[in-house]
């Protein structure tokens, strides 16, 4: 049986399936990002003092036991990853897939640099016992940025994909491979979203 | 020109404008650290935090998400979150205030 509109767009909604699935997908993951980011919001507004007193030490600012260079270093990683994805996707545009194992790579490697930065991160706080069950603050911010790390786990999982095995449909399908990758961007590119908003909000305020 | 030719000169197009968005990207996330290292307070804080991700965040969604090229049903499911999104903070916000209000009698 062939699946109907992979390539073609459905003529009710202008768009091929793929593409309505992925961002229904990306409006369930705005929610829950969303009831996260309100736990935040209402934590922080219910308390005295943000972050406030971790293992007797009085913090005033979040900057204080975050290390914002690192996560500025992460932001343009992040940044650099969604670049080097839309020029993946628009190397197949162009006929060019050469090219396109070269964005795809540097991809899948920068989302590997931003979790090993990640990873050096947590390791700092686990060393000084900063652990999610001390304080609501370090709860927070160890959801929030797991959750945001997983996604990148999977992101790199399906960029890998795409990448290696996956890429052999560039010979029998070359616009279906397209689109493929134009939706893995869409993901992508929403996980970049979140961090742009998780950055300030959690190291920076 | 062949359609071919056409769509690979469009995507030409695009690639300099992606590399303007990555340029313009990469300056917004400066400021906004050089806004966070001011210490200003929290309103005007947040606000700058928000509005500087806020342009960034528009910046991805309509170049690298395609959204300023797409078509009407995206931008209407685009719309439609964000908007699930806002009601979500209004409940809550309101369910909080109310359970603040039940304590301290105000």
Redesign the interface.
């Known amino acids: 049986m062939q699946i109907p509109y992979t390539v073609a767009p459905r003529p009710d909604t202008g768009v091929y399936n793929a593409k309505i699935g992925v961002w229904l997908f990306l409006a369930s993951e705005v929610m829950l990002f969303g009831g996260l980011f309100s736990a935040y919001i209402f934590l922080r507004v219910g308390a005295p003092a943000w972050p406030g007193e971790i293992h007797g030490v009085m913090y005033a600012r979040a900057s204080e036991i975050l290390n914002v260079p690192l996560a500025t270093l992460n932001t343009m990683i992040l940044i650099g990853s969604s670049v080097t994805m839309v020029m993946s996707w628009a190397s197949l545009a162009m006929d060019r897939f050469d090219r396109y194992k070269l964005y795809m790579g540097a991809t899948i490697l920068l989302g590997f640099a931003f979790l090993v930065v990640k990873a050096f991160e947590y390791g700092t706080k686990f060393e000084h016992g900063l652990l999610p069950a001390e304080h609501n603050f370090l709860a927070i911010y160890f959801v929030l940025t797991g959750l945001h790390g997983l996604h990148v786990i999977g992101g790199i999982i399906v960029n890998a994909y795409f990448w290696g095995p996956g890429a052999k449909m560039w010979k029998t399908n070359p616009k279906q491979f397209t689109n493929r990758i134009e939706i893995a961007g869409l993901y992508w590119h929403f996980v970049d979203l979140v961090w742009i908003f998780l950055f300030p909000t959690i190291y920076l305020l | 020109m062949s359609d071919?030719a056409h769509?690979?000169e469009e995507?030409?197009k695009?690639?300099r404008v992606?590399?303007s968005?990555?340029a313009a990207?990469?300056i917004l996330?400066v400021v906004?650290?050089g806004?966070?290292y001011l210490?200003l307070p929290?309103l005007p804080?947040?606000i700058a935090?928000?509005v500087?991700?806020s342009i960034?965040?528009g910046l991805?969604?309509a170049?690298?998400?395609?959204l300023v090229s797409?078509?009407?049903?995206?931008r209407l499911?685009?719309w439609?979150?964000?908007g699930?999104?806002v009601f979500?903070?209004t409940i809550?916000s309101v369910y909080?205030y109310d359970q603040v209000g039940a304590v301290t009698g105000l």
């Open positions: 071919a769509n690979i995507v030409k695009h690639v992606y590399i968005v990555f990207l990469a996330t906004t650290v806004v966070g210490h929290i804080a947040l935090a928000l500087i991700a960034k965040a991805v969604a170049y690298f998400m395609h797409e078509e009407r049903v995206i499911l685009v439609m979150s964000l699930l999104l979500m903070f809550l909080y």
